[in-house]
């Protein structure tokens, strides 16, 4: 390898060398920090919401006449519903998983104003809300019909049982396990007690931006208002095909009253993260742009250094030298540029991350991210000056005598 | 050591046909000094390029050292070009951004020698020039003599027994070309084969055999020394 030579000659022409260096020292420095970024954005979007969303979607009804009455039109959709060929279940529900609205309410191991609340999502649901919802029970039992109470405008007070999230477990009990917390009680309102009857593995809150995203807790409250939102269950594959059937069979069975478009829990699940999903994609954008921009500057560069050296190239051909020796000329003095851009780049990524982890609360990037951040970058210098390397071979050893 | 019989060289371009060469025979044998003169365009470059296995050529036949050169690769005719055959240019085509040193290392690296026979063969060729003192300067810190004198350096530092000169004195003032031409006849009287293309007549004179081109034919083989015919012949 003739690296003493060629860094020697480098050094004589270091300007654009240099600035080639750095381009690719500021691409790496972007293109790790927001391929990370995307990649977290992604993890938040995959994290499951606990409820079985291709076969969910929601609907909502509201009585306009001044004697609609709530509670019998709520009973009355729900049997229609779930006596429906291809609905698997139903429930009135107060809040949807994603959504970004719903109601939340402390809840505290002792009673009393002055202790420790958790934050949780409540969930308002009848005998059928596990059912239809589709989370999964790890412990203790479902609501049953006995244990329904029904929930009107006015009602403020609080059902006396409760089924909580294993994340809620965790947020109140630390490391209990979810079989033993059956049957403790916790207070909701300071110091109303909720006997704690079962476990879910999983069920989001509404806000995925929630930092306590994962705490949830359904009550056996059965919602009898004018205005009514209904979570079905479709049998698998059926979701899309029953939505425009449920909404004509809601708006035909009671005229005294307007019902929403449904909305399946694909597309609630798709505008809860349409900024994250948004980001993300401006940010690919971001890094193909300047991957294709680096690797136009080590295209163009090398070109510019090939056709600067023809007469060189010529004379070393007379030399002696054979296309792979020119061909390799070429690819250590890129390598020698790129590494020591990625060597630069691997310092400024980490640092940019360190000014975005105390400046922007972001989170602190996983440092193999820097690596093959090098390697790609590495890989994409070789792929971009394989073309005016191989051109340079092509350059006929008479050039040596035939240019001035 | 190298004989050519009827080569012809035509290059082609849109417009025009040129025959460089036309059915040139020659015979050149090893440790003789040959000069090669004639009229600009006459085809001395292009000989000196398939003598010295720059270029191919389209017919007749040529063997080097008793080889056929006419089948080998790329590759091969680079080793050739690497390990037998020196070039020294008219304009010493040294590389610029390298210094004298790792100018007249370039051939020995695609030799494939170990550094320390590199650095033996760099500091005896210097010597041999007079250059000992220089390793570190670039080309376009010496004189044209003086780099006219690296590029011999260059071109001896392989021992490659086989010199091709194109006009290595044309850019050189008489007292400075006189010199090289003295290194040029010390490295003939060490054995080596030359063949000199050059316009100076005088230096003609020194060669052993005086070979004129014209039209890309060899017109007239004459004897060197003094007193010679094209000595007082017409202007090449
Ligand atoms: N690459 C080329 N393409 C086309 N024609 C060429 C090429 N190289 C040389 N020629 C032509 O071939 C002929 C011989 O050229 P050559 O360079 O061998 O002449 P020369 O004897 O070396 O001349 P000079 O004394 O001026 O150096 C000329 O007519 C020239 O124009
Ligand atoms: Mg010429």
Redesign the interface.
Known sequence: MEIGPILRAMTRNKIGAILIALQIAFTMTVVVNAYFMIEERMRLMERPSGVVEDQLFHISTRGFTPDFNGKVSVQDDLALLRQTPGIVDAVAINAIPLSGGGWSMSLQVEPGDGEQGHGVAIYMVDDHGLDTLGVELIAGRDFTPADVRERGPATSDWPDKAIISEATVKALWADANPLEVVGRTAYINDDEPVTIIGVVEKLQAPWNGWTTVEQSMLVPDKLIWTGVRYMVRTEPGRRDEMMPIVEELLARSNNQRIVRAPESMAETRARSYALDSGLAKILGVIMAMLVSITSLGIVGLASFSVRRRTKQIGIRRALGAKKRDILRYFLVENFMITTLGVVLGAVMTVGFNVWLVQALNFPKIDWLYVPIGMLALWLIGIIAVLGPARRATAVPPAVATRTV | MLSMKNVSRIYRTDVVQTHALRNLSLEVEAGEFVALVGPSGSGK?TF??IA????TFDDGSYQLDGRDVAGLN??DR??L???KIG?I?Q?F?L?????IA?NI???L???GFAARERKRRVDRVLEVVGLGGRKKH?PSQLSGGQQQRVAIA?ALA?DPGFLLA?EPTGNLDSSTAAGVMELINEIHRNGATIIMVTHDLELAARAERIVRLSDGQVVLLDEGGEGSELENGAAV
Not at chain 2, 52 to 55: A, F, I, K, S, Y
């Open positions: 470059t000196l390029n010295g296995l720059l270029e790329d590759n680079s080793r070009r690497n390990e070039f240019f304009s085509n590389i610029p951004e390298l210094n790792d290392d370039v051939p690296r695609y030799r670039l260059r392989g194109d």
